[in-house]
């Protein structure tokens, strides 16, 4: 389809001097989507357009040139991981559900580059979809994009004590060692 050359744009959601974000018609199929134009020489080096279509469901398209970099990506209606888990009354069982599919989410994101890593998992970016661990993929940079090499480590903790603030939580010792063996796996 011609996410990337068949489009109107609606507005404009979120723009610096890194990138645009345009909520954007597409007119072959009359479906929305955001079109997310990079055009900061740094990010469109560590962008893989392949990787991106072929990993991420949500990632619709993909492509760039020397000067831009275009990721089409679809418009979700889900809730944030953050007020899922505030909001819903969780088991045990739930819960630890819930933090092994993280684990594996989080998991598939170690071929990308810190950069894209830190943008992938933004609160606003990790969703809940029918019980679904989703990622929103719309990235954003900020100017200061200096990253730590535990990001992963660092976001997957805060989402573990959320979760245990919200929705305290007695394990068994089977649970305490499936959960060590899926935090020892990363």
């Not at 830190?118 to 200061?144: C, H, P, T």
Request: glycine share 2%.
């Amino acid at each position: 389809m011609g996410y990337l050359n068949n489009y109107d744009v609606k507005e404009i959601i979120f723009e610096n001097n890194l990138q645009r974000i345009t909520r954007c018609m597409n007119n072959e199929n009359e479906t929305e989507f955001y079109n997310n134009i990079i055009m900061a020489p740094r990010i469109i080096e560590l962008i893989d357009s392949n990787l991106l279509v072929e990993q991420m469901e949500t990632i619709l398209a993909s492509t760039k040139n020397e000067d831009r970099a275009y990721i089409a990506t679809s418009i979700l209606d889900s809730i944030p991981l953050e007020d899922y888990i505030i909001q819903t009354d969780l088991t045990m069982s739930d819960q630890l559900n819930l933090t092994e599919r993280l684990l594996d989410t989080f998991l598939k994101l170690e071929e990308y580059p810190d950069l894209i890593q830190e943008s992938m998992i933004q609160k606003d970016n990790i969703l809940v979809a029918d019980g679904e661990i989703v990622l929103r993929n719309l990235l954003k940079f900020s100017q200061a994009y200096d990253i730590s090499e535990s990001v992963l480590v660092k976001e997957v903790g805060k989402f573990a004590k959320l979760l245990n603030l919200h929705q305290p939580m007695r394990l068994s010792l089977s649970q305490t060692t499936l959960f060590n063996l899926k935090a020892n796996s990363m």
